[in-house]
């Protein structure tokens, strides 16, 4: 038996604490999963033991023997082989260019092209892939892709497999598929730890489990068959209470937004609701449930393929986001570091950038008036900087944001569109932003709020909608409900309230 050991790993990041003194061990023979609320630090494991990240502090061992690596493929090629949600293969090459890829038979100063064929077909053999090795990867569905990924992740005989929401993306019947294929796998002595959102997995596929909660290791369920679901959850969120909002929100009945059956194929489906004057909306969902996807089309960055918007009576014959920017809606990005803002230039150019047409005279820019409305956000958004003409490359991460919410609410918009608006900033920035969130309601702007932290949705939003699989499946106040509940809801199962 093999025996994977993290010790007292510490991981911090600017304002957060990633890992927390994290202590567990992981053996081979069974399947591990670990699990966690969003931002637990699951990923950040992954990342640890995989070489992609170094600890703060604190080290990791592969029986008894510290791990260290110079790079990820120095890891890769030590043993530890990572599969994450995102595939990383290439999609103009073929299944065994990518299963071989710098690790390919030579021939001399050529590649065996013959040799490496027979040797991907092997692999997929082997582990019963039916996927023929000379296929174009482009030409695969996502869950042959999925299966291609594993087969690679194998084909370097790894000690330790470590799968991050491998299934997020698949459906039930190719789940049962790699299952199967885990199943297999166990019986190799390879150490297998197993992330997933979907609770009701963990009782199929995995022998034990580790529970992370805000960094800190909170402890393992030793047998999963002799664990209640009551007590996971439980081990998952513990006594979190939701802070209280303050409860003079804008509550109308006028509708500003209202989306009717808007579809994008193979992303989103059917989709309608309304918000109100005011509202704020959440828009919960796990990784890949068409989310941002859907934000993206509302705004008009995508096309939809039918469907229909309408922004205050008047409808949206065809959606670009400058169109929908003169019809009063503004969206801050996922990613800001690269759609939000412009990195080299200064706070005043990047609070200016969205209303642009309207700080210009006819020919000039008014300084006068681009200077003032900088300062106004600067103010209103308590933006920390030395001035107005500091880069915004230096600034923290949450003062990035509200540079980003800053240049949109100099549009005076009507209808904020807000994706993961707290990503990698503080708790601290993180409450700042639910303030001017709520400020916007009191003064009837309404807001849409994506985020993949369910706790920060019943935060800050007075209604939340469950998104699954590009659908709408459901819609919840959220004063009625508790974290644990909205979460399984997430995941598919139902709820009493
Ligand atoms: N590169 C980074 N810079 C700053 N903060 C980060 C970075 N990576 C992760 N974090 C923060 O560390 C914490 C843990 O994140 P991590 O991605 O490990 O969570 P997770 O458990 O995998 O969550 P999820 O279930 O949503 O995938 C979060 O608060 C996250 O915002
Ligand atoms: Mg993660």
């Not at 890992?19 to 931002?39: I, M, P, R, Y």
């Not at 698949?170 to 297999?184: D, K, Y």
Request: proline content about 3%; hydrophobic content about 40%; charged content about 25%.
């Amino acid at each position: 038996m093999s025996v994977l050991k993290i010790e007292k790993v510490n991981k911090a990041f600017p304002g957060t604490l990633a890992l927390n003194q994290v202590c567990c061990q992981f053996e081979s023979g069974k399947v591990n999963a670990l699990v966690g609320k969003n931002g637990s630090g699951k990923s950040t494991l992954v990342k640890i033991i995989n070489g992609t990240q170094k600890p703060s502090e604190g080290r990791v061992l592969f029986n008894e023997k510290e791990l260290t690596f110079s790079s990820p493929a120095d890891a890769q090629s030590q043993g530890i082989a990572t599969v994450y949600q995102e595939l990383s293969l290439i999609p103009g090459l073929t299944v065994a260019e990518n299963i071989r890829m710098g690790r390919f038979k030579m021939k001399g100063k050529l590649i065996d092209w013959k040799q490496t064929y027979a040797e991907a077909q092997e692999i997929l053999s082997s582990m019963g892939i039916t996927v023929n090795p000379r296929a174009q990867v482009s030409s695969l569905s996502m869950w042959q892709c999925q299966m291609v990924e594993i087969a690679k992740a194998m084909s370097s005989e790894p000690k330790v497999l470590l799968l991050d929401e491998p299934t997020s993306s698949l459906a039930q019947h190719e789940t049962q598929i790699l299952f199967e294929l885990i199943q297999e796998l166990k019986k190799r002595d390879v150490i297998i730890v197993y992330i997933s959102h979907r609770l009701q997995e963990l009782w199929e596929i995995c022998d034990t489990c580790h529970v992370l909660r805000d960094g800190n290791y909170i402890g393992a369920i030793p047998d999963m068959k002799a664990a209640a679901h009551e007590e996971l959850l439980h081990m998952m969120f513990g006594d979190t209470k939701v802070k209280k909002k303050p409860n003079d929100l804008m509550a109308s009945d006028e509708v500003v937004l209202k989306v009717e059956k808007l579809t994008r194929k193979d992303t989103f489906q059917d989709v309608s609701f309304e918000l109100k004057k005011g509202e704020v909306l959440g828009i919960a969902g796990m990784l890949g449930s068409g989310r941002t996807e859907l934000l993206r089309a509302i705004f008009g960055s995508d096309m939809v393929d039918s469907g229909v918007v309408t922004v205050e009576g008047k409808q949206v014959a065809k959606a670009s986001p400058e169109i929908m920017k003169n019809m009063g809606l503004a969206m801050t990005p996922e990613d800001r570091k690269f759609e939000g803002l412009n990195q080299v230039q200064s706070i005043q150019n990047n609070l200016c950038v969205a209303s642009l047409k309207k700080l210009s005279g006819r020919f000039f820019m008014k300084r006068g008036k681009e200077e003032a409305a900088a300062a106004k956000q600067m103010e209103e958004l308590q933006i920390k900087a030395s001035g107005p003409e500091q880069s915004v490359m230096s600034l923290s991460g949450g003062n990035q944001q509200k540079v980003i919410v800053g240049n949109w609410l100099n549009t005076d918009p009507k209808i904020m569109l807000f994706d993961e608006p707290s990503r990698g900033i503080d708790v601290n920035a993180k409450q700042q932003i639910f303030e001017i969130i709520w400020k916007l309601s009191k003064k009837g702007v309404s807001s849409i709020v994506v985020s993949s932290e369910l706790e920060e949705l019943l935060e800050v939003c007075q209604r939340i909608l469950i998104m699954r699989g590009g659908r709408i499946t459901g819609e919840i106040m959220a004063d009625q409900i508790q974290i644990s509940q909205l979460y399984t809801t997430c995941m598919g199962g139902t709820i009493e309230v």
